[in-house]
């Protein structure tokens, strides 16, 4: 996979040659110098960015042969500083059930949306606050929570973690541990010391990509 970045007026090729496999339920750690392309690789992998060359397959299908709304839907980027919406947490975590996509979807029930904040210790928050009252950690975990319901194939995160206190660094940690556990292929770009997840540690630096010990 090849792909191509502006930068300062001029297109550069940012990396050539960059082939990534992975297996559902692995978690594997992104790691690299600012400005190798982590954040653009999952881009690409998630259909926001165009690539010069390459395949990207999907359980053996082409991206080809699925629109990108489907493709999003099952391959599910969180960037760094996730946002909410106006309205409620009940609102937040029930916006993929928006789309017109999930139109006709039956949606996650209250019981089950509680569950899920507890899980990730928002029990106090409640799915009646106001997402504005939300603190950097709290939106963090709510996206996640968010991402979890939807129980994507892929789920890509850039570097959600980084701007977080210890307790909602291990909520994040516990959400992305129990989708591995049901079959999701999670990759993490991250700089925080080894949480013990990963399964797998990829270096990105001068476009190529390689594997690290854990």
């Given at each position: ?15 050539d040659g960059v082939s990534l496999r992975l297996e559902a339920g692995e978690i594997v750690d992104l790691v690299g110098p600012s ?83 507890a899980f990730v210790k928002l029990d106090d928050v409640g799915l009646a606050r106001d997402s504005n009252q939300l603190s950097v ?78």
């Amino acid at each position: 996979m090849a792909v191509d970045v502006r930068q300062e007026g001029r297109i550069v090729t940012i990396f050539d040659g960059v082939s990534l496999r992975l297996e559902a339920g692995e978690i594997v750690d992104l790691v690299g110098p600012s400005g190798s392309g982590k954040t653009t690789l999952l881009r690409v992998l998630a259909r926001l960015h165009s690539r010069k060359a390459g395949t990207l397959l999907l359980r053996g299908v082409s991206d080809n042969d699925i629109d990108p709304i489907s493709w999003r839907l099952t391959v599910l980027l969180v960037p760094q500083k996730p946002v909410t919406v106006p309205g409620t947490v009940r609102d937040n975590l029930l916006l993929p059930w928006t789309l017109k996509a999930r139109a006709g979807k039956a949606k996650p029930s209250d019981d089950e949306l509680a569950q899920l904040l507890a899980f990730v210790k928002l029990d106090d928050v409640g799915l009646a606050r106001d997402s504005n009252q939300l603190s950097v950690g709290q939106v963090a975990r709510v996206a996640l929570c968010r991402s979890f319901l939807t129980r994507p194939d892929v789920l890509l995160l850039d570097e959600v973690d980084a701007a977080l206190d210890a307790e909602s660094a291990d909520a994040v940690a516990a959400v992305v541990a129990r989708l591995a556990r049901d079959g999701t292929a999670c990759v993490r770009v991250r700089h925080r010391p080894p949480d013990g997840l990963a399964t797998r540690r990829l270096r990105l630096a001068a476009g190529v990509l390689s594997e690290e010990a854990l």
